[in-house]
């Protein structure tokens, strides 16, 4: 759902002619009360701060895709197995443009509460980003695209690497257990993973635990990143799909 006023506040940042796409705030409503639904919403928080960061210092790397704009001689269609808000404000700043955030321009969505439906379509969304990545991989050269590639690669790539940096802290930690500090990261790191499993099983159970929820929706995020990237690898496209709402 669009707030009354999102369009008319949308369009008037495209009063700088540097401006190329606008992206909007959008506001994930958690109505059921599930981990799944309250970590959705603890991650949009977080990613609507970077969005904030990245509209003030330079260009957004991707938009929202229930609302956005872009300048009409900008627009191109997109191929359908990459995801589109992202690879629009790709194409807009390979044009010479800027997209900016617009948090007076808002939206709402109801969060998926079932952790299947979430699974799958994050795992959806994120084989189509990595499609993405791969067909505009040319923005990663730091050399040409600075500030941008910078922010490709911090924001998008980094956050797919997450969990091979994860499994490979596990294992070094268990390699220097013999160290007291390193017992104590080990306890740390054991208990947050034991946490998600253990959100997780409350979820199922239907008896949610609020301080489950964070560790929980980490696990599954990554969980999807490193699924996705397996169904990338042997040719998935995901290009349709049954909407969960």
Not at 98 to 122: I, K
Not at 179 to 196: C, D, E, I, N
Not at 211 to 240: E, Q
Request: charged share 20%; with cysteine; hydrophobic share 45%.
């Amino acid at each position: 759902m669009i707030a009354n006023d999102g369009i008319r506040k949308l369009v008037r940042s495209f009063g700088d002619s540097t401006v190329g796409c606008v992206g909007t705030k959008l506001t994930y409503v958690s109505k059921g009360g599930s981990a799944t639904g309250a970590g959705g919403s603890s991650y949009w928080n977080y990613e609507r701060w970077i969005k904030t960061m990245e509209s003030t210092v330079n260009s957004l790397i991707g938009v929202s895709g229930c609302f956005y704009g872009v300048r009409k001689r900008l627009y191109e269609k997109i191929p359908p197995n990459l995801i589109s808000d992202f690879t629009i404000a790709l194409v807009t700043y390979e044009k010479g443009f800027r997209v900016v955030y617009e948090e007076g321009a808002q939206s709402f969505e109801e969060t998926l509460e079932d952790s299947e439906n979430e699974l799958s379509m994050r795992v959806r969304v994120a084989v189509r980003t990595y499609a993405a990545l791969w067909a505009k991989r040319h923005l990663l050269n730091p050399l040409r695209y600075g500030l941008f590639a910078f922010q490709l690669i911090s924001h998008k790539v980094l956050r797919y690497a997450v969990p091979a940096f994860l499994v490979t802290l596990f294992i070094a930690n268990i390699a220097l257990m013999g160290r007291p500090v390193y017992q104590a990261t080990f306890l740390l790191q054991a208990s947050v993973y034991l946490g998600a499993l253990a959100g997780y099983r409350s979820q199922r159970q239907g008896s949610r635990r609020g301080f489950l929820d964070k560790p929980y929706y980490f696990a599954l995020a990554n969980l999807v990143a490193v699924i996705a990237l397996f169904r990338f690898l042997r040719g998935d496209h995901m290009v349709t799909w049954t909407p969960m709402r």
